[in-house]
């Protein structure tokens, strides 16, 4: 999981960030300790994400499963409001956002 250390370096150090943006499909964009890489190699459901506890979490994913299972342990930190996105990338590179999750119910929303 890359960028994590950072942002747990940074909650220690007294720091709450208005939101943390977590990937499952590239590395972080430039970074900051706001954003986290969860690697292929990482299995969603055994990582440690204490770091996220009282926090907004933007999570996307293009795999349906691991981002469930991402949603649900970031959920199980602690983590204040996780909204998550699926999608699909599409020949040109882009994505395109195929549903939307939030466990505060209020972002719901599948193509």
């Known amino acids: 999981m890359k960028g994590y250390a950072e942002l ?3 909650r220690c150090a007294g720091h709450i960030p208005s939101a943390v ?3 499952l499909d590239h590395e972080p964009l430039d970074g900051s300790v706001n954003e986290v890489q969860i ?7 055994l990582l440690d994400l204490r770091a996220l506890q009282g926090l907004t979490v933007i999570l996307s994913g293009t795999c349906r499963r691991r981002l469930l299972e991402a ?6 930190a602690g983590a204040a409001r996780v ?4 999608s699909e990338k599409r020949s040109n590179g882009e994505f395109e956002a195929l ?3 939030d466990t505060q ?3 719901i929303w599948k193509k």
């Open 8 to 10: 747990l370096q940074d």
């Open 21 to 23: 943006f977590i990937s």
């Open 71 to 76: 949603i649900r342990s970031c959920d199980k």
């Open 83 to 86: 909204v998550a996105t699926h």
């Open 105 to 107: 119910g209020e972002l």
């Open 39 to 45: 690697e292929d190699k990482d299995r969603p459901q």
């Open 99 to 101: 549903e939307v999750f």
